[in-house]
């Protein structure tokens, strides 16, 4: 970066989302002089005079409103009023204007409607939060939706899914900024990880099911104690006294999968835990999860959470001493 200060301008709006305003804050907006480099300046940038949170009745007052995008170098969406709700044509037009003079645009959480409404995502790669998914995909058909994204970067526009997930995208411009060591030191001061990959799941549903299945639930904890035998659907089948084919019908009705992806995502759930909690090896893991190879053990691994088992050490689990 050149020694005169990045302009960041964070938008503010009705019904402003605090959590990720406040993200967009404490990353570009606060004083380090720690760091020893020539800092973001930041600014507000709002959209009426006043903007009201619908928390609290909190109200925002700033010393800017919609002129700053034209001074901008990066502008931050911190969340939208609502998914459904379309910019004033004034706002969408600034944010146009900006982006085709080369402003980087960063949305976090539902801010990537904000922009989708302003034809900004169009033809790009984007994420949002995972239960927007099914909404973004109906209104935004010419946007390719990345749904297991923390986030995306296309060009200059960056998306970013749930509002934490706003962090990992702040670190990954503070890193193209900066360096790898001053986002690390923000991400210190964060008390958090300094780089979570950006291509890891967002959420991963449990693979048991809530509700109990009496028949099921002694087959349940039988798997559980010989995942690492490399227990089969057949095995199952036959620790419930029932036909393979039988077997397969009911477990399909009462669990919705079938018994081969319910073992998958239990070898799975036990690799991540024993990944966040054991000094165990890949291969020990990977042994003690059932897998027949190491190799099948990362594939199904990266396939299932997004990241390699190595990957995911690094930013959850155990760390070696030596």
């Known amino acids: 970066m050149s020694m005169k200060p990045h302009h960041v301008v964070a938008l503010a709006y009705p019904n402003l989302c605090l959590f990720e305003f406040g993200i967009a804050a404490e990353l570009f907006g606060l004083s380090r002089p720690e760091l020893?480099?020539?800092?973001?300046?930041?600014?507000?940038?709002?959209?009426?005079?006043?903007?009201?949170?619908?928390?609290?009745?909190?109200?925002?007052?700033?010393?800017?409103?919609?002129?700053?995008?034209?001074?901008?170098?990066?502008?931050?969406?911190?969340?939208?009023?609502g998914t459904d709700v379309r910019p004033e044509p004034t706002l969408r037009n600034s944010l146009r204007e900006a982006f085709d003079r080369g402003a980087r645009l960063m949305s976090i959480c539902s801010g990537a409607f904000l922009l989708g409404h302003c034809g900004l995502l169009d033809g790009r790669k984007a994420t949002t939060h995972w239960r927007y998914e099914q909404r973004f995909r109906e209104q935004?058909?010419?946007?390719?939706?990345?749904?297991?994204?923390?986030?995306?970067?296309?060009?200059?526009?960056?998306?970013?899914?749930g509002s934490a997930a706003g962090i990992d995208a702040g670190l990954h411009l503070i890193r193209a900024d900066f360096g790898t060591a001053v986002a690390n030191r923000v991400a210190q001061r964060?008390?958090?990880?300094?780089h979570r990959e950006g291509g890891q799941r967002q959420f991963v549903e449990s693979p048991v099911p809530r509700q109990r299945h009496d028949r099921?639930?002694?087959?349940?904890?039988?798997?559980?104690?010989?995942?690492?035998?490399?227990?089969?659907?057949?095995?199952?089948?036959?620790?419930?006294a029932m036909s393979e084919r039988n077997f397969y019908r009911r477990f399909r009705q009462a669990l919705g999968t079938t018994p081969a992806h319910w073992l998958q995502q239990e070898r799975v759930r036990v690799a991540k835990a024993l990944l966040e909690e054991s000094q165990l090896d890949l291969?020990?893991?990977?042994?003690?999860?059932?897998?027949?190879?190491?190799?099948?053990?990362?594939?199904?691994?990266?396939?299932?959470?997004?990241?390699?088992?190595?990957?995911?050490?690094?930013?959850?689990?155990?760390?070696?001493t030596s």
């Open 36 to 81: 020893d480099v020539c800092w973001y300046r930041f600014s507000v940038a709002m959209t009426a005079g006043q903007v009201r949170s619908g928390i609290g009745g909190l109200q925002l007052v700033a010393s800017g409103g919609l002129e700053l995008l034209a001074k901008a170098d990066t502008i931050v969406i911190p969340g939208w009023t």
């Open 140 to 161: 935004f058909p010419s946007s390719t939706l990345v749904a297991d994204a923390l986030y995306v970067e296309d060009a200059t526009v960056i998306t970013s899914a």
């Open 190 to 194: 964060l008390v958090m990880l300094p």
């Open 216 to 240: 099921f639930d002694g087959v349940f904890d039988w798997a559980r104690q010989h995942l690492h035998t490399g227990v089969a659907a057949a095995d199952l089948a036959r620790a419930a």
């Open 283 to 320: 291969v020990q893991v990977a042994e003690s999860c059932g897998f027949e190879t190491p190799e099948a053990f990362r594939a199904v691994f990266r396939r299932a959470v997004g990241v390699a088992p190595s990957i995911y050490r690094r930013s959850f689990g155990y760390r070696q």
